[in-house]
C-alpha cells in the first residue's frame, strides 16, 4: 500500500504564494507520474499540473505561467510552486501518484487533501 501525504495548504491574499508538497510512503517500488488536481465543493476534481518520472510536464490552462510542479525522485515527493494566486485557485488541492508496487502490482493512489484559501 502506498500513502500520500499533502503539506503546504493555506490562506494567501489574491497575488500572493504558497508551496504545496506530497511525500509518497509506503511498499512503492517506483513511481510514475505525480500530479496535482484541484476540488471545489460541488464540482469534479480537477487536474492542476502532473509530472513524469522523465520530468516531463503538464498543466491546465488556467495555471500556465503561475503554477509550477516539480519532483524529488530521491525523496518520492511531488512539490506545486503556486504564484499569483487568484481567489478562483480556492479549493482543495489533491496530490495523485501510480506506479508499481514492491510487489509488482500497478497502484494510483490519493492524498488526503490539503485546503487553500485565496482571499480577494
Known amino acids: 500500500q502506498v500513502q500520500l501525504v499533502e503539506s503546504g495548504g493555506g490562506l494567501v491574499q489574491a497575488g500572493g504564494s504558497l508551496r504545496l508538497s506530497c511525500a509518497a510512503s509506503?511498499?512503492?517500488?517506483?513511481?510514475?507520474?505525480m500530479g496535482w488536481y484541484h476540488q471545489t465543493p460541488g464540482k469534479q476534481r480537477e487536474l492542476v499540473a502532473t509530472?513524469?518520472?522523465?520530468?516531463?510536464?503538464n498543466y491546465a490552462d488556467s495555471v500556465k505561467g503561475r503554477f509550477t510542479i516539480s519532483r524529488d525522485n530521491a525523496k518520492n515527493t511531488v512539490y506545486l510552486q503556486m504564484h499569483g494566486l487568484k481567489p478562483e485557485d480556492t479549493g482543495v488541492y489533491y496530490c495523485?501518484?501510480?506506479?508499481?508496487?514492491?510487489?509488482?502490482?500497478?497502484?494510483?493512489?490519493w492524498g488526503q487533501g490539503t485546503q487553500v484559501t485565496v482571499s480577494s
Open positions: 495523485n501518484a501510480g506506479g508499481v508496487t514492491k510487489a509488482l502490482r500497478l497502484y494510483d493512489s
Open positions: 509506503g511498499s512503492t517500488l517506483s513511481i510514475n507520474a
Open positions: 509530472i513524469a518520472s522523465s520530468g516531463s510536464t
